[in-house]
C-alpha cells in the first residue's frame, strides 16, 4: 500500500520559517515526481512547487518562488519544503503529492494527509 | 495564468440522480485535465485524468468527457459516498506554466 504520511505544520510567525516532511512507504520513491499543494482555509487547490525524481529539475508557483524550497532525500525516501519569510496569506494545508514518472506529474494520484500551517504573529 | 471556472458552485442530488459537473479554461488544454474528489478534511483523490480516463478503482459511474476548453463530470446513479467537492485541474504546458484548479462544486444531499 502506498502511503505518504506528512509531518512538520504548526504556528509560525511572519517572517520566520517552517520544514514540512512527507515520507513515501510502498514505492520506490526515487522513480515518483513529487510536488506539494496547498489549500486556504475553505478555498480550492493550490500548486506550489514540484521536483523531479533525481531532484534536477524543481519549479515553484510565482506566490513563492524565492521563499520556498523544495527539495528530497531518495535514501531516506522523503520529501520537503522549506517556507522561509512565510506570510499571513501562506496559511494553509499542504499537501504532498506524487506519481510515478522521473520528471514533473500532470496527475497525481497519490497524496498525503496534508499538514496545517498558520503563519501569525 | 489559465483560468478554470467550474458550474455549478454547489449541486443538490438525490441517491441514484445523475449528475453532470461541467469546467472551462479560459484557453486551451488539450485533454491534459483533470477531475478530483475532495471530502471534508481529507485530500483530493484523483478520478479522471487525459479528460476521460478512468483511474483504475474508480467506479464506472464517474465518467469524463471534452476536451480543449470545456469538460464534464458526470456521475451515473450518485451513490452515499460520492458527496464530496470535486475540483477540474488543467496541467497544460507544465511545467512552462502552472497547474490550475477550479473553484469546486460541492454536490450536497437533496
Known amino acids: 500500500e502506498v502511503q505518504l504520511v506528512q509531518s512538520g505544520g504548526g504556528l509560525v510567525k511572519p517572517g520566520g520559517s517552517l520544514r514540512l516532511s512527507c515520507a513515501a512507504s510502498g514505492i520506490t520513491f526515487s522513480s515518483y515526481s513529487m510536488s506539494w499543494f496547498r489549500q486556504a482555509p475553505g478555498e480550492g487547490l493550490e500548486w506550489v512547487s514540484s521536483i523531479s525524481s533525481n531532484s534536477a529539475n524543481v519549479y515553484y508557483a510565482e506566490s513563492v518562488k524565492g521563499r520556498f524550497t523544495i527539495s528530497r532525500d531518495n535514501a531516506k525516501a522523503s520529501l520537503f519544503l522549506q517556507l522561509d519569510s512565510p506570510r499571513a496569506g501562506d496559511t494553509a494545508v499542504y499537501y504532498c503529492a506524487g506519481c510515478y514518472g522521473a520528471t514533473y506529474c500532470h496527475y497525481f494520484d497519490y497524496w498525503g494527509q496534508g499538514s496545517l500551517v498558520a503563519v501569525s504573529s | 495564468d489559465i483560468q478554470m471556472t467550474q458550474s455549478p458552485s454547489s449541486v443538490s442530488a438525490s441517491v441514484g440522480d445523475r449528475v453532470t459537473i461541467t469546467c472551462r479554461a479560459s484557453q486551451d488544454v488539450s485533454t491534459w485535465f483533470a477531475w478530483y474528489q475532495q471530502k471534508p478534511g481529507k485530500a483530493p483523490k484523483l478520478l479522471i485524468y487525459?479528460?476521460?480516463r478512468l483511474l483504475s478503482g474508480v467506479p464506472s459511474r464517474f465518467s469524463g468527457s471534452g476536451s480543449g476548453t470545456d469538460f464534464t463530470l458526470t456521475i451515473n446513479g450518485v451513490e452515499p459516498e460520492d458527496f464530496a467537492t470535486y475540483y477540474c485541474?488543467?496541467?497544460?504546458?507544465?511545467?512552462?506554466?502552472?497547474?490550475?484548479f477550479g473553484q469546486g462544486t460541492r454536490l450536497e444531499i437533496k
Open positions: 487525459a479528460a476521460s
Open positions: 485541474q488543467q496541467a497544460n504546458n507544465f511545467p512552462q506554466a502552472p497547474i490550475t
